[in-house]
């Protein structure tokens, strides 16, 4: 069974570069055609997705995010990472990491994330 | 963009009953819709893709239905374990981008 999960800093200041990574277990996150995505969750609100990677290397992020969003993958470590650059309170949030399938017949979903980490923005 | 729109925002549904939850979608996006089932504090769990297939280990009173704008979720006899927040989901191909409906919060009556 994959497992994801979240890691990084739990607060971060006001304009620095908030970075996570995620590491997958149970499955190399190189086999499949798989993409691996980042969404987020402020409290009390819905989701939002901010990007996604395949193992080739090729993204595609949130346009609203775009600007500050760069996603990586390691897959020696079987792992993706995430930053965001100059955040503001408004970056608060839990963030999730998922893995993302694609069927021609039934879309693109996530079927596999992680258990989510709290990042706080605050002096 | 497409935008989903989920209702109701709350459903009060006693134990035992049947729960429908709406999904509707600004333009079509075929039968491309999932469906989440989210608990507090806890991630999103899948529960159906393709509009319509039961993802892994999801029980089969939980069925979704609905093609094009329009989607529904279904849970035929609620269980306590089924009160949560649901998010329908829908993927644009271009410019590429995951959309989420806001949710429809599922409370005991």
């Known amino acids: 069974q994959v497992q994801l999960q979240e890691s990084g800093p739990g607060l971060v200041k006001p304009s620095q570069t908030l970075s996570l990574t995620c590491t997958v277990s149970g499955g190399s996150i190189s086999s499949g055609s798989y993409y691996w995505s980042w969404i987020r969750q402020p409290a009390g609100k819905g989701l939002e997705w901010i990007g996604r990677?395949?193992?080739?290397?090729?993204?595609n992020y949130n346009p609203s995010l775009k600007s500050r969003v760069t996603i990586s993958v390691d897959t020696s470590k079987n792992q993706f990472s995430l930053k965001l650059s100059s955040v503001t309170a408004a970056d608060t949030a839990v963030y999730y990491c998922a893995r993302d399938v694609y069927d021609i017949l039934t879309g693109y979903y996530l079927d596999y994330w992680g258990q989510g980490t709290l990042v706080t923005v605050s002096s | 963009e497409i935008v989903m729109t989920q209702s109701p925002a709350t459903l009060s549904v006693s134990p035992g009953e049947r729960a429908t939850l709406s999904c509707r979608a600004s333009q079509s996006v075929s039968s491309n819709l999932a469906w989440y089932q989210q608990k507090p504090g806890q991630a999103p769990r899948l529960l159906i893709y393709?509009?319509?297939t039961r993802a892994t280990g999801i029980p089969a009173r939980f069925s979704g239905s609905g093609s094009g704008t329009e989607f529904t979720l279904t849970i035929s006899s609620l269980q306590s374990e089924d009160f949560a927040v649901y998010y329908c989901?829908?993927?644009?191909?271009?410019?590429?981008?995951?959309?989420f409906g806001q949710g429809t919060k599922l409370e005991i009556k």
């Open positions: 393709g509009a319509s």
């Open positions: 989901q829908q993927y644009n191909n271009w410019p590429p981008k995951y959309t």
């Open positions: 990677i395949y193992t080739s290397g090729s993204t």
